[in-house]
């Protein structure tokens, strides 16, 4: 039992930070329309605030990567949840748009961090038979983290407590995780890879034998550790990025940047507005079909973690690709062409089965894959990489979405059209720069892309 409770606490902790990055995410949605009326704002001021935090996320995870390969993936983890206290602080207490933006970006560089750091540090420790569920907790606990913020919008809606303003509360809440996050971080063991990288190969086999079901198997994946670690003469460069690990950094970009042109995080951050102007919903019946969206998308992850590692990785993701591209193509047909006042309902279960499509498969998958190929020199600045990629196409997504929508006079098949053929274009760059990681080791993942990028 103790064994089982250790591995636990390890793995879910370890996601912590993508609980975080999705309350963060999913927060701003009803507290943004409260802080435009308080600090009387334009809609361009309220937008910013709105994508400040990516602005952050840009950087935190473009700078923590190098970062974390020097001093390791838990002093780091424990660094985003400083900065995850600090900027939920500050965004509670901010007392006009200037304080907003700064105390935003500054969150916005714990998201990132939190989004570079999570998959490698939960791909270097799970073993490689349950890589894909474990890693999968990363995105579980982002859409979790989604729902809680909706749901923690809901509760404070309207509730000015102690004199202070209901959406004060909603920002303030996600002070409760940011101070979990620094526990964990405290109590959490260093990544064994990293650790063996380094010569400290007992503490390692300490950390493996925690986690690994037998001291065979611990004995072993640590021989393998150390032997790809001996082989290679790697000494985490950029020439060595851009040369060994050329094959994983186009598979890396590519798939984060499809994630987020799918269009994901239209629905995240702008699905009431798109009930509101697209059908006509009142503003607390179209938070709520964000709520039903929520619990979808978090029940399809729950799935997703527990047959992720039954199914080939190439396969899920195709799979993901060809139901989104399906859903919305519909989606846009039913808004062009037929009657706009009875395709609400219609709207509302294709949303819910593109939103099934992506929970199972790109949502998680890219986050793990992330993880995985990335040679153990470079893992970090590589995860910190396909992050930034993330992180651009989740602002191409959110500054241009509601200018689509309006170009199509608010007819939602426009845009989503739009996602629909990126969903399609992600199947041709799967097949082709995709690589298979199921079931197998880093050490193995790690040897097949380095004898490709050498021929």
């Known amino acids: 039992m103790k ?8 793995f879910v902790f370890g996601a912590l930070g993508g609980m975080l990055f999705g309350f963060d995410t999913g927060i701003i949605s009803g507290a943004s329309p409260l802080i435009e009326k308080d600090f009387h704002l334009g809609a361009a001021q309220t937008g910013f605030i709105t994508s400040s935090v990516l602005i952050g996320s840009m950087i935190g995870a473009l700078v923590i990567g190098g970062l974390s390969d020097k001093y390791g993936r838990r002093k780091l983890l424990i660094v985003s949840a400083i900065l995850f206290l600090l900027g939920s602080g500050l965004s509670a207490t901010a007392i006009g748009f200037l304080p907003m933006v700064l105390a935003r970006i500054l969150l916005g ?9 999570t998959p490698a540090y939960l791909a270097e420790l799970a073993p490689k038979e ?35 303003r209901d959406w004060r509360w ?19 063991p260093e990544s064994p890879r990293y650790l063996a990288k380094l010569g400290h190969t007992q503490e390692a086999y300490q950390v493996l034998l925690a986690i690994q079901k037998d001291d065979a198997a611990a004995s072993q994946e640590l021989n393998d550790i150390t032997r790809v670690a001996s082989e290679e003469s790697h000494t985490g460069s950029a020439t060595e990025l851009f040369t060994v690990a050329r094959p994983a950094i186009i598979a890396a970009i590519g798939i984060m940047l499809f994630q987020q042109l799918v269009g994901i995080n239209s629905v995240i951050y702008f699905l009431p507005q798109v009930f509101i102007k697209g059908f006509g919903f009142p503003e607390d019946q179209a938070i709520w079909v964000s709520v039903g969206i929520g619990i979808v998308n978090f029940a399809s992850t729950i799935i997703a973690t527990i047959y992720m590692d039954r199914f080939a990785r190439k396969t899920v993701l195709i799979f993901g690709s060809v139901v989104m591209a399906v859903s919305l193509f519909v989606l846009a047909a039913i808004n062009f062409f037929g009657d706009v006042s009875h395709a609400a309902v219609p709207t509302m279960v294709l949303i819910g089965i593109y939103i099934l499509g992506f929970a199972v498969s790109w949502g998680p998958l890219a986050w ?8 153990l020199s470079v893992r970090g600045i590589g995860t910190s990489i396909g992050s930034a990629a993330n992180w651009i196409g989740n602002f191409i997504v959110s500054q241009f979405f509601l200018m689509l929508l309006a170009a199509f006079h608010n007819n939602v098949g426009g845009p989503f059209a739009i996602f629909a053929v990126f969903a399609l274009l992600s199947i041709p760059f799967v097949i082709r720069f995709v690589p298979e990681t199921k079931g197998r080791s880093l050490e193995e993942i790690e040897e097949e892309l380095t004898a490709h990028a050498r021929k």
């Open 3 to 10: 064994h089982r409770l250790n591995t636990t606490f390890i």
């Open 109 to 117: 560089l714990a998201v990132g961090a939190a989004s570079a750091l």
């Open 170 to 188: 909603m920002l303030a809440s996600a002070l409760i995780p940011s101070a979990l996050l620094l526990i964990g971080g405290i109590l959490l």
């Open 130 to 164: 349950r890589r894909g569920s474990l890693s999968t907790l990363f995105q579980l606990m982002v859409t979790f983290g989604i729902l809680l913020a909706y749901v923690s919008n809901l509760a404070f809606l309207n509730h000015n407590l102690l004199g202070f």
């Open 368 to 375: 793990v894959m992330i993880g995985e190929i990335f040679p």
